[in-house]
C-alpha cells in the first residue's frame, strides 16, 4: 500500500546542481525519519544525508557543505538539493523513510525505487 516515488535524476556536468524528489503515498499514520542513500556500481549502498521528524539534517562527509536535505511534511516527500555536483557523485540515489501504517506498529523501512544521477562532462 505505501510507496515512495522518486524524480529529479538526470544527466548533469560537473559543478552543476540537480534536486531529487520522493513522495510517500499510501497507507501512512506518520513519518519519522527520511533520508537519502546512493549506490555507485560495485559498491556498496551509503548514507548521503537523513532528517528527523523535527527537521533536523545529519550529512556524510561527501555530501555536507554541498547537499542540502528538506522535508514537507504536509506532501510527505524529503528533498536533496545536490550543489557543485562531481563524477564521484554518480550513483542510484534511494530515499528512504520510517513509516509507521497504524497506531502502535512498529516503525517501517520503506524505500523508493533509485533514481539514477549521472554525473559526467
Known amino acids: 500500500q505505501v510507496q515512495l516515488v522518486e524524480s529529479g535524476g538526470g544527466l548533469v556536468q560537473p559543478g552543476g546542481s540537480l534536486r531529487l524528489s520522493c513522495a510517500a503515498s499510501?497507507?501512512?499514520?506518520?513519518?519519522?525519519?527520511m533520508g537519502w542513500y546512493r549506490q555507485a556500481p560495485g559498491k556498496q549502498r551509503e548514507l548521503v544525508a537523513t532528517i528527523t521528524s523535527g527537521g533536523a539534517p545529519n550529512y556524510a562527509a561527501s555530501g555536507k557543505g554541498r547537499f542540502t536535505i528538506s522535508r514537507d511534511n504536509a506532501k510527505n516527500t524529503v528533498y536533496l538539493q545536490m550543489n557543485s555536483l562531481k563524477p564521484e557523485d554518480t550513483a542510484v540515489y534511494y530515499c528512504?523513510?520510517?513509516?509507521?501504517?497504524?497506531?502502535?506498529?512498529?516503525?517501517?523501512?520503506?524505500w523508493g525505487q533509485g533514481t539514477l544521477v549521472t554525473v559526467s562532462s
Open positions: 499510501g497507507n501512512i499514520f506518520s513519518i519519522n525519519a
Open positions: 528512504k523513510q520510517d513509516i509507521r501504517t497504524w497506531r502502535f506498529e512498529p516503525w517501517r523501512e520503506v
